[in-house]
């Protein structure tokens, strides 16, 4: 799900650190070797998806996505559309209380696995928006799977799934 | 701190075009996965899934080691109040890339033991995503599996008296 989108060029994506190669054993031969570039392709895909969702600009987020993209939010299915429309009044609302607010995502214990031209994503992700005129932050915890396919070159997300985690108070209000 | 992780996929790129035996394969393991959890056959569920298996459940990260806990201990649970469990699976979608597949689905399940009078009916809706890795012999083993409940709506006045 889309809650916490980070601002253009402000999240701090340590996704792309180390990379472990190894086999799977028992299974298919080695001839579609996923690579170091494609791993950090995959990680800014996720990082670029959530740049245009806080952009509220459907077009923008629209160009991460694949067509028939779908996403089960907290236990709700919805297209591209509908999370758009479904997420724009959160953000609208919060920039209302503060137009200076930032908001910060990092992705913790990713796995990220390349079969080709598709792929899979899973990360713990951490989100904080800061609303310095209010003094306030909220954070967030909630895990993500994404799974992409690889048009024209490029990775964009065909489907994904979030959903809070439980052991965190949501979007905790901290002084 | 943070380790991305990488799986390398394995087989030749003229080798990817899904047939309808590779889906109805995935399809056959995700049904048999839903058996053995209903059944409480830890054994069978882990021949189903992958030795770095992992999964997301209800926002929890669960190790494979916890999840057959997880298993025996929802077994046990219909054991003692003799419930009926059914799991109905429905919107079953599946994608097939080289050697990996994803299916997305919704699962109903209930577990009813309104005839033993021992326990309310449990009844939820999940919405459900697998990832799945194809071995030699054309089987199919779960790599992921994220599960999501599906939130009830408020009760109404009705349901309220």
């Not at chain 1, 740049?51 to 923008?60: E, G, I, K, N």
């Not at chain 2, 033993?116 to 009916?121: F, I």
Request: hydrophobic fraction near 40%; charge should be negative; glycine fraction near 4%.
């Amino acid at each position: 799900m889309i809650r916490n989108p980070g601002p253009g060029g402000a999240i701090p994506l340590a996704a792309s650190a180390a990379m472990l190669f190894f086999s799977t054993a028992g299974e298919a031969a080695p001839t579609c070797m996923a690579s170091p570039a494609d791993a950090s392709a995959i990680t800014e895909a996720v990082r670029a998806m959530y740049d245009a969702a806080m952009s509220l600009d459907p077009v923008r987020w629209r160009t991460q996505l694949t067509p028939d993209f779908h996403i089960f939010d907290e236990g709700v299915r919805r297209t591209g559309n509908e999370l758009i429309d479904a997420f724009r009044p959160l953000v609208q609302h919060l920039r209302s209380q503060d137009n200076t607010m930032t908001w910060r995502f990092s992705f913790d214990d990713p796995r990220i696995e390349v079969d080709c031209g598709t792929a899979l994503a899973t990360f713990t992700t951490r989100s904080v928006v800061n609303l310095p005129k209010l003094g306030q932050h909220k954070d967030a915890t909630y895990l993500d799977s994404f799974w992409l396919r690889k048009e024209d070159g490029r990775w964009r997300i065909a489907f994904q799934q979030t959903t809070w985690a439980p052991q965190e108070p949501s979007l905790s209000e901290k002084k | 701190m943070l380790s991305a992780v990488i799986l390398a996929a394995t087989i030749p790129a003229a080798a990817c075009t899904a047939s309808p035996a590779d889906t109805k394969a995935v399809s056959d393991t995700v049904h048999a996965f839903y058996e053995a959890e209903r059944t409480g056959d830890s054994a069978g569920w882990s021949a189903l899934t992958t030795p770095d298996f992992h999964m997301f459940h209800e926002g929890e990260n669960l190790p494979p080691g916890d999840f057959v806990k997880f298993i025996d201990h929802a077994h046990a649970i219909q054991q003692q109040y003799q419930a009926v469990w059914t799991m109905d699976v429905t919107n079953f979608q599946v994608s097939i890339g080289c050697t990996t597949a994803l299916t997305t689905l919704t699962l109903h399940n209930v577990e009813d033991a309104s005839v033993a009078k021992t326990h309310p009916v449990y009844d939820e809706t999940f919405l459900e995503s697998f990832w799945l890795r194809k071995v030699p012999g054309a089987s199919w083993r779960i790599a992921f599996w994220n599960a999501s409940k599906v939130a009830k709506p408020a009760p109404n006045a009705e349901d309220r008296k």
